[in-house]
């Protein structure tokens, strides 16, 4: 069976305002479920393992859906999460893909996280699929290919600074 490595933050104080962050429920969820029910075997990691910290904004009415529903409501999946392997024990050979969920904790640790890093050169150096939804991409700012940065002349999708005043 094929294997889905998603990397969730362990970081959770967003910035120097005190705010609680982590990762965004609903950006782990839906990719969560879309790759086990597409028939991938899924690991979660994190820079510290354990538990990592989940924004209590994204656990509001508003931002509910199908797929935070289904998490809410599945044990097996809620017990995986809390207990996260380490990020430093992960080997890219044992996996088809990478994914980064978003949420702004990714962007204090795991873009500077030295085992992040080394794993999205690994995947992409292979040709294997390397992803990430909202703030995830900013995994992405020190990750190197060929001695040129990975995202030099690609397409990129994420967060927008407009979308970031307006939350």
């Not at 362990?10 to 790759?35: I, R, V």
Request: a neutral charge; aromatic letters at 8%.
């Amino acid at each position: 069976m094929a294997k889905v490595l998603m990397v969730v933050t362990s970081h959770s104080k967003l910035g120097d305002t005190g705010n609680p962050t982590g990762y965004w429920q609903e950006e782990f969820a839906a990719p969560y479920y879309l790759f086990k029910d597409a028939g991938f075997a899924v690991t979660i990691a994190s820079p510290l393992g354990g538990e990592p910290p989940c924004d209590p904004k994204s656990l509001d009415a508003g931002f509910q859906t199908k797929y935070t529903e289904r998490l809410n409501g599945d044990a097996e999946a809620k017990k995986q999460l809390a207990s996260t392997v380490k990020l430093e024990t992960v080997k890219e050979q044992d996996y088809t893909a990478i994914f980064y969920p978003g949420g702004h904790g990714p962007m204090y640790d795991l873009k500077k996280d030295k085992h992040s890093i080394a794993l999205i050169e690994a995947f992409a150096s292979k040709n294997k699929a390397v992803g990430a939804v909202c703030h995830g991409p900013a995994v992405l700012a020190e990750v190197k290919l060929g001695g040129s940065p990975l995202v030099k002349g690609r397409k990129m999708t994420g967060f927008t600074n407009a979308e970031e005043l307006a939350v």
